[in-house]
Structures are given as C-alpha cells and as structure tokens.
C-alpha cells in the first residue's frame, strides 16, 4: 500500500454511510471506520463495507492489558480490515501482545498503527492530569519510538509531527495524519491544519479526511481533489 487519503465515515448509521458511499459509483476509496459507526451497527458494518471492495481502517483505539487487547485482535483480525489501531499509552508489552493477536495463522496481518498522544491533550493536561512530565512533543516521540520498537507500522499523528517522527523512526515508518483541510475550507474544531498538499510535502503516508469531503457539495469532486493535491503536492 502507498500513499492514500482515507475517508473518516463519522455516520451514525449504516444507511447514511452507504448513501455517501453509493454517490462514489465504481470508485472504492479507502475508508475509516471509527467508534460511532462501529458501536452503532457492529462488525456487520466491516463486512458490508469490505464486500463493496474499500480498503478499511478500523479505528478502535485499543487499551487494555496485554492479554485482553492480544484476544481482542485476534477476533478483529478474522474482519479482514487494511489497517487498525491502539493507544501506545498501553505500553510495549501491550503493542507486542497486539501484534500477536492481529497476526492470522497465516502470517498475515492488517497495518497495525499506535495513537501517540491525542490531540486533545494539552500540554498542561498531560503535565496536570496525566502526570506526565516535559513537553508534549516528547512524549510523542517517545511514544512513538516505542511503537516502533515493539514492531508496529506506524503512528497516527498530527501532520506537524510527521517529519520528526520519520526521522526518528525511519522512513518506513508510516504516519497517518488528521487534520487537513482545503486552503479555501471551513477548519470545524480542527486547530492545527494542512492542506493536502502540505501533507504531502512533509511526507505523511496517509491523511485521514473527514468533513472536507463528507460535508462538500460534491464530496465525489472534494475526494478527487484531495487525491490530486496530496499525491501531485499541487496547490501548496
Ligand atoms: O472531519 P475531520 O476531517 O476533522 O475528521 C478527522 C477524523 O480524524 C475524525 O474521524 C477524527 O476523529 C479523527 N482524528 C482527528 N485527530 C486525531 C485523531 C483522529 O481528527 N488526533
């Protein structure tokens, strides 16, 4: 797989969801699946997706002992997704025990990525809350360097970090970036944004687009032009 957009289907039901999917006719973008959609229709939605032929990311932020989220992997692995996720704040013994679990008795296995720190989390949060000490940016790295230790294939993050986390991690390393948005559109509860185009230059592997596309008039044209810009790097 190389580089992508994945489109955040944040729909609170399968109908809505295959509506937007139906207006794509034979073009099959990658898409992500997220907690909302999963809770509300099950693993059935995984299947019906895959069977019209997308790549999926199921976005599940896994964190749990090691034992529980290996088992837990092992059931999602059975849903043939591209790609699936954890928190790194679970720690390595809990990324390996992941690793295990997603891997099929054929050796085969989705991509299996590690949220860092959220974007959420405030660097006074983090020191406050959380307990966890120094920068934010820190943390990240760190978290993700661990990631990449126990074997994962990259990190989600945002699009702001992506070139440290290539360096320390190596190029291999995948980074899978939210927070995009057109030069021209609305920026929602987004804070810190790139364009596609920006995205690509600092050498993301996939962007993760939500409402730059669910929410266009024309979301069939807003997802061409996001490919066009992330993978040309056009209109900087
Ligand atoms: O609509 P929008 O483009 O903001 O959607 C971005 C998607 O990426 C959403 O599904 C959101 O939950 C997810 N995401 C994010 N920021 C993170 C991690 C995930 O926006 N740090």
């Known amino acids: 797989m190389g580089r992508d957009v994945i489109v955040a289907c944040d729909f609170p039901t399968a109908e809505e969801t295959f509506a937007f999917l139906d207006k794509f006719g034979g073009r099959k973008p990658f898409v992500k699946i997220g907690m909302e959609l999963y809770y509300a229709q099950g693993p059935e939605i995984v299947r019906a ?47 390996e025990a992941a690793l295990e679990g997603l891997t099929r008795p054929d050796g085969t296995r989705p991509l299996l990525i590690a949220v860092t720190m959220l974007t959420s989390i405030s660097q006074q949060t983090m020191n406050g809350e959380l307990g966890i000490g120094g920068e934010i940016q820190d943390t990240v790295m760190s978290y993700a360097k661990n990631a990449a230790g126990a074997g994962l294939d990259g990190v989600v993050c945002s699009p702001l970090e992506a070139q440290a986390v290539h360096s320390a991690c190596g190029d291999k390393f995948l980074t899978v970036t939210p927070g995009v948005r057109f030069a021209d559109s ?39 032009r996001c490919i066009q810009e992330f993978t040309t790097g056009g209109n900087l």
């Open 49 to 95: 997706i895959k069977e019209r032929g997308h790549k999926i990311f199921l976005d599940l932020k896994l964190h749990d002992i090691p034992n529980t989220v290996k088992r837990a992997m092992s059931v999602l692995s059975r849903l043939d997704v591209d790609m699936t996720n954890l928190h790194a704040g679970g720690g390595s013994a809990m990324m």
């Open 186 to 224: 609305e920026r929602g509860d987004q804070q810190r944004v790139m364009t596609p185009a920006q995205a690509n230059a600092i050498g993301s592997d996939y962007i993760v687009v939500g409402r730059p596309i669910t929410a266009a008039d024309d979301p069939v044209a807003a997802y061409e």
